[in-house]
């Protein structure tokens, strides 16, 4: 079945980077659409960004020009790379395709505080 399994988050100072990992297994990596998501306390779960088969990206408002996000289809993985990290990037981050279908990860805790 798919599964995908996020790791790479971490307690972080503002202004901060990280990079974000999400291996994928159960379909066709190479074909799918895949996208980062975010789900803060209290909030519901937004999109962040996501990534075409061919490469073109697309960006939430809120983290473009911050975050970057890549594949790499021979490892079937995705990635997020996160700079210039603020408060309100904390979040538990979690990928899917896009758009997004059951099962969700476990997600990976990114925490962003001083």
């Known amino acids: 079945q798919v599964q995908f399994v996020e790791s790479g988050g971490d307690l972080v100072q503002p202004g901060g980077s990280l990079r974000l990992s999400c291996a994928a297994s159960?379909?066709?990596?190479?074909?799918?659409?895949m996208g980062w998501y975010r789900q803060a306390p209290g909030k519901q779960r937004e999109f962040v960004a996501r990534?075409?088969?061919?490469?073109?990206?697309i960006y939430a408002d809120s983290v473009r020009g911050r975050f970057t996000i890549s594949r790499d289809n021979a490892k079937n993985t995705v990635y997020l790379q996160m700079n210039s990290l603020k408060a309100e990037d904390t979040a538990v981050y979690y990928c899917?395709?896009?758009?997004?279908?059951?099962?969700w990860g476990q997600g990976t805790q990114v925490t962003v505080s001083s």
């Open positions: 990534i075409r088969t061919g490469g073109s990206t």
């Open positions: 159960g379909m066709i990596f190479s074909s799918q659409i």
């Open positions: 899917n395709r896009a758009p997004a279908f059951l099962p």
